[in-house]
């Protein structure tokens, strides 16, 4: 499975293809701003077809070209659904406190977590990781997580907003991510990317 990193909008979220090589079709996880740049690198890489889009959560700065993308795409969007009523306000999903305004989207399917998807013919296990929002989730597809927010390199995303739980994040880090037993390379929401296993060996929060 090939992964492709396009960092994107005023908070530099990170929105990713991934796809068989060969294949020509690819899903994409959290586009966040910047729709053209994102089909740009999509027909770069030889993807003629997305089939789903999956959000990690509801905030802006990962949302922010879902409604584009699946007009002209017709993929479907996939959320969790505690964080499904943030794909239609620009308050819940805090765009109105940065000044941004988000095209509103329908998600297709509403997650509650434990599932397994086929997306772009690759299988993708969808975590439920409540704390930097209600409905955080983290996907693994092979051996890469997408996760969002959830978890950076050496660090967590913030729990000082609407929805956060330090006490739910606990919790997901512990015992869903660190209850995990097979490394993977994770892909974060900002930043670099780092792996599973370096994390559970030098972050506090994930130490049992």
């Known amino acids: 499975m090939k992964v492709v990193q396009i960092a994107v909008g005023q908070m530099m979220a990170n929105a990713f293809a991934a ?28 993807i003629t077809e997305v089939t789903h889009i999956l959000l990690t959560h509801g905030h802006f700065d990962h949302i922010g070209a879902a409604a584009r993308l699946k007009a002209q795409t017709g993929a479907k969007v996939c959320v969790h659904r505690r964080d499904a009523s943030m794909l239609q306000s620009d308050t ?28 772009a013919d690759i299988a993708v296990e969808v975590l439920h990781t409540p704390g930097h929002s209600g409905g955080s989730v983290c996907y693994i597809a092979n051996d ?43 892909y974060t929401g900002h930043g670099i990317k780092t792996t599973l296993f370096s994390e559970l060996q030098s972050f506090p929060y994930l130490q049992l």
């Open 19 to 46: 796809y068989n090589e060969g294949s020509g079709k690819a899903f994409v996880v959290d586009p966040g701003a910047d729709y053209d740049r994102i089909v740009k690198r999509l027909d770069e890489n030889g």
């Open 92 to 119: 819940e999903n805090l765009a109105a406190l940065f000044g941004e305004h988000i095209e509103p989207v329908e998600p297709d399917v509403v997650l509650e977590g434990g599932e397994t998807l086929l997306a």
């Open 144 to 186: 890469a997580m997408f996760s969002g927010d959830t978890l950076f390199y050496r660090g967590i995303g913030r729990t000082d907003f609407p929805g956060s739980s330090a006490r739910e994040y606990i919790r997901s880090l512990q015992n869903v991510l660190g209850g995990l037993h097979k490394d993977y390379t994770v």
